[in-house]
């Protein structure tokens, strides 16, 4: 099986099984598939901490092909080979195992073995716990818990995550409201009303069942939910059920809303789901923990292009539209502008990268004021971190480390004719220049520790995997040490024209007792004369940002022609 082959079918089968593993989400219950029952008890308590409880059952068939299937990636990833390597056949005693059912013992095993999995690859701490995984006859019975340490620690993961997922809610707030009792709203997600029409069939087809608790600290007052006693308040969905289908659906049409005593809960201030998600993104994308200092001189910013979006829906169209679930999905039928811009640093400065992109304001040929997008959130601040695509070329060099940013505006008025001015500020991640260590002939050994802490101290780096095809390499490979670890980039060092790029992905890290653990994946192409054939040697870079600084900077656009 040759490498690009295995990652094509990786991408298959993950959906299906981070399912099962995921299963506060419920993802494969909010699209009516496998899932038979599933039920989910969020408690929160007077102190702030929560516990959610979700228990599944699955169709074991089902389970056990996934399963087997995860199996088959994982022993086509580990067992990559060169595309112009002849792949091990296929035994005929591993042919008859794969066809032989599991028994209790092994489906319980392997699953536990991939949740287990799942956590390790995790980008943070979920603080998951299986409780119970059974096989009783021809399903599987799953039982986990996720564990909070307070309101914000959960409102910061979103309601999909631990609220009535199959209602597709997208924003959450929690307060105490002007009659001192406690107020708890679920927002619903843009055009989810159409969606959940179409899939209120489905569930009714697959006899699905869905039920969600919601336990506070006080005694409930009021509740949107259909159902209430004492502390607590829920829902329940039966696909044989229509009118526990009906009742559900119409409870996405609008904010869903709770009040209760505070049962001794206190609150500063109001916790908002997208506020928290926004600055919990922001903080994972590797940043270091340094002060925001004003921009001193020599930023500046360039635009590069300017884009208009409009929707017209015909008479027919727009009727035909109106009962279609993905026409509104994602946004994708949203007006607005787009501005592309570059933002440049200093001199003998370089940008890693930027985060905090807000509009300060926009306005157009006439002195009109340009509104922010409807889809930028709070203060139009955008939530997103650009990294600076690093490049081995001269030429690129010369023009310095440019950082691609994008701004997002509502359409001007039909008349305008340009955007006069745009003022905006953001963060800028820069540095002076790089510490580097070079590797030369690496190899994949997952048991073998690389010290490199010439660069950084108690830093190492292991190599899982290598694979190459042409003129392209993957590796994938592991970074420990300080959090300081989290700078560290790895790089393939190109032909000797550096006609090519080395682009390095994380795809999970975590921090434990002041060590951090990065997994990362690194992909290659070298377009040098004379590096058509595979190349068995391969040399490394490992390098450090030096003198970084974080750097608040405002910036101006002006005279963007709009014709």
């Known amino acids: 099986m040759k490498t690009h082959g295995s990652i094509l079918y990786y991408w298959f089968i993950l959906p299906l099984l981070l399912a099962s593993f995921y299963a506060p989400a419920q993802i494969m219950g909010s699209f009516g598939s496998s899932r038979n029952d599933t039920h989910a008890t969020l408690q929160i308590k007077a102190d702030g901490s929560c516990l959610l409880t979700a228990e599944t059952t ?7 092909q996934q399963l087997k299937a995860w199996e088959r990636y994982s ?3 580990e067992n990559a080979v060169q595309e112009d390597e002849t792949p091990p056949a296929a035994s005929a005693q591993s042919s008859k ?5 599991m028994s209790t013992e092994e489906l319980t095993s392997k699953y536990k073995e991939f949740l287990a999995q799942q956590q390790q690859d995790s980008a943070e701490d979920l603080s998951v716990k299986i409780e119970e995984v059974s096989a009783p006859t021809n399903s599987i019975r799953i039982i986990v818990t996720q564990s909070f340490a307070s309101l914000t620690d959960l409102m910061s993961r979103g309601p999909y995550q631990w609220g009535p997922s199959v209602l597709m809610f997208d924003d959450a707030r929690i307060e105490i409201d002007t009659n001192r009792n406690l107020s708890f709203i679920l927002l619903p997600a843009r055009s989810s009303s159409m969606y959940l029409k179409n899939m209120g069939r489905v569930w009714k087809s697959s006899k699905m069942k869905f039920y969600w608790k919601l336990v506070l600290p006080g005694k409930i007052l009021t509740s949107g939910l259909p159902q209430s006693e004492g502390n607590a308040t829920w829902l329940e969905i039966e696909g044989e059920k229509p009118a526990t289908v009906d009742a559900a659906l119409k409870l996405a049409s609008a904010p869903l809303v709770i009040t209760a005593e505070p049962g001794g809960l206190k609150l500063d201030e109001p916790l908002t789901c997208k506020n928290l998600m926004r600055g919990r993104a922001g903080r994972a994308k590797s940043e270091p923990d340094l002060p925001i200092a004003p ?4 930023f500046s910013a360039e635009p590069s292009s300017v884009s208009l979006s409009s929707v017209h829906h015909f008479p027919e169209a727009e009727k035909y539209l109106k ?3 993905d026409a509104s999905m994602f946004g994708m039928d949203q007006p607005g502008t787009v501005v592309a811009a570059k933002l440049f640093p200093p001199k003998d400065r370089r940008i890693k990268s930027v985060s905090g992109l807000r509009i300060i304001s926009a306005k157009d040929d006439k002195g009109r004021t340009i509104a922010e997008s409807s889809d930028s959130g709070d203060e139009n601040t955008e939530t997103f971190t650009y990294s600076v695509p690093d490049s081995s070329s001269a030429e690129d060099s010369k023009k310095g480390s440019a950082a691609p940013i994008q701004l997002h505006l509502a359409l001007p008025e039909p008349d305008a004719k340009a955007i006069d001015l745009i003022q905006a500020e953001a963060v800028a991640l820069t540095f002076s220049g790089w510490k580097e260590m070079t590797l030369t002939n690496a190899q994949a050994d997952a048991k073998k520790e690389i010290d490199v802490s010439e660069i950084l101290p108690r830093a190492k780096l292991i190599i899982k995997k290598i694979a190459s095809k042409r003129q392209q390499k993957t590796i994938e490979g592991t970074l420990e040490g300080p ?3 989290s700078q560290l980039e790895v790089k393939v060092k190109l032909g000797p024209l550096h006609q090519g790029q080395s682009t390095m992905s994380e795809r999970s890290k975590k921090t434990a007792s002041g060590k951090t ?4 994946t690194v992909q290659s192409y070298d377009f040098s ?3 058509q054939s595979p190349d068995t040697s391969l040399t490394l870079i490992v390098r450090y940002p030096l003198d970084l600084k974080r750097e608040r900077v405002q910036f101006k656009l002006s005279a963007l022609d709009l014709l």
């Open 529 to 531: 004369p004379g590096q």
């Open 97 to 101: 195992a794969e066809q032989k059912p």
């Open 75 to 77: 022993s086509m990833s």
């Open 483 to 485: 959090p300081a670890v």
């Open 323 to 325: 009962d279609q679930a």
């Open 58 to 64: 699955e169709a074991r068939k089902l389970l056990e």
């Open 295 to 298: 921009a001193g001189p020599g």
């Open 517 to 520: 653990t990065r997994q990362f």
